[in-house]
């Protein structure tokens, strides 16, 4: 059963800085990528992250590239979610999944079932 374990989340000021974590508990990350996905009160769900096996060259949505950085630690089976920079618009729960990464979009890759996600919230 593919299981991610997402936490880091809070309530932050515009401006702010928050650290998200991806741990799988299966003790794997084997899988063609890792993706950040967020859903916003009202919104479908987005994907804005995900980095693939090789690291490279991880994709960003327009909304946060330039502000967020995925990275991953492959020994402890995390990725990673740096947001710098936050805005309103920031405010979702964020998810992490096993995803395919492509150069213009990250999709979910279907595999196991979504967690419990962790709330950002940015306000002033």
């Known amino acids: 059963q593919v299981h991610f374990v997402e936490s880091g989340g809070g309530s932050v000021q515009p401006g702010g800085s928050l650290r998200l974590s991806c741990a799988a508990t299966g003790k794997t990350l084997d899988y063609p990528g890792i993706g950040w996905f967020r859903q916003a009160p009202g919104k479908s769900r987005e994907g804005i992250a995900c980095i693939d096996s090789s690291d490279s060259d991880p994709y960003y949505s327009d909304s946060v590239k330039g502000r967020f950085t995925i990275s991953r630690d492959n020994a402890n089976y995390t990725v990673f979610l740096q947001m710098n920079s936050l805005k309103p618009e920031d405010t979702a729960v964020y998810f992490c999944?096993?995803?395919?990464?492509?150069?213009?979009?990250?999709?979910?890759?279907?595999?196991?079932?979504w967690g419990q996600g962790t709330q950002v919230t940015v306000s002033s």
């Open positions: 999944a096993a995803a395919t990464c492509f150069a213009d979009y990250v999709l979910w890759a279907g595999f196991g079932s």
